[in-house]
């Protein structure tokens, strides 16, 4: 059978046959194919153990060329193969891809159960939508073209077939070439999540407020200088990412009816948290790395007491005072200008990661020992020339950064954490007296100096 879906394929090759390259998650999932009968021979391990051979059948049956529908289904049918057992021979060549299609977009089609019927065709090289896509709108809730090379979405398309995707609820359209939103979105009532990461994209329009369910919206990497204030009546949005644009302002009620839990705003033109962000109580989860901030409010954080992670890597930082911050577990603060660092009694009893390092503290708060549930804390290249004793209440601690500083010896409240798996003290003026007292105190602890 291999040699005949081979021969098969080597006329695809031939000119004026062509095909879009395969991805490994290809391409249709519609229905529930039948099941494998007991006294019937499993070839689809056979089919699956040969990766040659799924990748060309797929091949075949994305191409619009209904010779190829027809190759595939023979080859199948030769086999006997589960996929093509029930399909009459009378079955139309359109009814045949979608039944096969169904079948091989499933990873081990012995073991699913309640599949969301979804489309599947990222990194298909394709520049405009597969005709095959309108008979299977009736029933699909995610269609994925991600990574290809679409330009537009022709209306004439989902005009055709207008009583189709109403169950559509996501639509996955990164890393393409789209200038605009693809107008058919503004009737898609059931929509909750979009994704046009990477395209070319420099407007929101106000007519996405139709999408009143809408609860995730991905427009990072894209040529967005400004963002809507409409986007406040937006009241299911969830997830917001708007990394990698030219965005230097937020409108200030953009957020004011919302339940908005995660923000990614990072590689942006941001010089200050907007004022729009610091009256979110819902936020959970907030990424403003890679801007130009150099200065934070002492009063900033009052509002996010739900929050629980904060990523500002990479901005001009010079001070931070952390405060009211209850539920914050992971925060970020590497590759500012942090010379002095506040940390208020209470408001971190949560924190289990502290990443500090590239900035420029000469000095660690004794309050540092108030991080009880502290699990990681790098301090690499600051420059640190002692730690207080405190840093030994930190008994959870299991990885210690503090390479790249200017330290001559550690406090001998170090020898308390028992948990500590890793060490670095490379790049410091410990003497071989003060590395060798180090070592006794934590001998299961990897140090390097």
Request: charged share 20%.
């Amino acid at each position: 059978m291999l040699k005949l879906l081979k021969a098969f394929i080597a006329k695809l090759s031939t000119p004026g046959i062509t095909t879009p390259t395969p991805t490994e998650n290809l391409p249709v999932e519609t229905q529930q194919p039948t099941p494998v009968d007991t006294e019937t021979p499993d070839t689809t391990e056979m089919l699956y153990g040969d990766s040659e051979m799924t990748e060309n059948l797929k091949r075949l049956l994305l191409s619009e060329e209904e010779t190829h529908i027809e190759m595939a289904f023979q080859i199948l049918k030769g086999a006997k193969h589960p996929a093509v057992k029930r399909i009459p021979p009378s079955t139309s060549t359109n009814t045949k891809r979608i039944w096969m299609c169904a079948w091989f977009s499933l990873p081990r089609p012995n073991r699913y159960q309640n599949y969301n019927p979804s489309i599947i065709l990222n990194g298909c090289q394709l520049n405009q939508l597969p005709g095959f896509l309108g008979d299977l709108s009736k029933t699909i809730y995610t269609l994925h073209l991600a990574k290809n090379q679409l330009k537009e979405f022709p209306d004439s398309f989902f005009h055709q077939s207008s009583e189709g995707w109403e169950s559509l609820n996501s639509i996955n359209l990164s890393h393409n070439d789209l200038s605009e939103f693809p107008r058919f979105l503004w009737t898609r009532k059931n929509l909750d999540s979009i994704q046009l990461s990477y395209n070319q994209i420099s407007e929101i329009p106000e007519i996405i407020t139709s999408l009143s369910g809408l609860q995730r919206l991905y427009l990072g990497h894209n040529q967005l200088t400004q963002i809507p204030g409409i986007l406040h009546k937006l009241t299911s949005l969830r997830t917001l990412h708007l990394a990698g644009n030219q965005i230097s302002t937020l409108p200030d009620d953009i957020f004011q009816n919302t339940q908005v839990k995660e923000i990614h705003l990072s590689h942006n033109t941001f010089i200050d948290i907007p004022e729009s962000l610091l009256s979110i109580h819902s936020l959970k989860d907030l990424n403003l790395s890679y801007n130009s901030i150099s200065s934070i409010p002492a009063d900033a954080f009052q509002n996010w007491k739900l929050l629980r992670s904060l990523n500002l890597n990479y901005n001009a930082i010079q001070s931070c005072s952390l405060s009211h911050l209850p539920n914050l577990k992971y925060l970020f603060l590497v590759g500012n200008h942090l010379r002095e660092l506040t940390i208020v009694q209470g408001s971190l009893s949560k924190l289990q990661k502290l990443h500090l390092h590239h900035n420029r503290l000469t000095y660690l708060p004794s309050r540092i020992g108030d991080l009880q549930q502290l699990r990681e804390l790098h301090l690499y290249d600051n420059r640190l020339e002692s730690l207080p004793d405190e840093i030994g209440a930190l008994t959870r601690l299991e990885n210690l950064s503090l390479g790249k500083n200017a330290l001559t010896r550690l406090p001998d409240s170090i020898r308390n954490l028992k948990n500590l798996r890793q060490l670095d003290l490379t790049y410091n003026p410990l003497s071989d007296a003060e590395q060798a007292r180090i070592q006794s105190w934590l001998p299961h602890t990897h140090i390097r100096f």
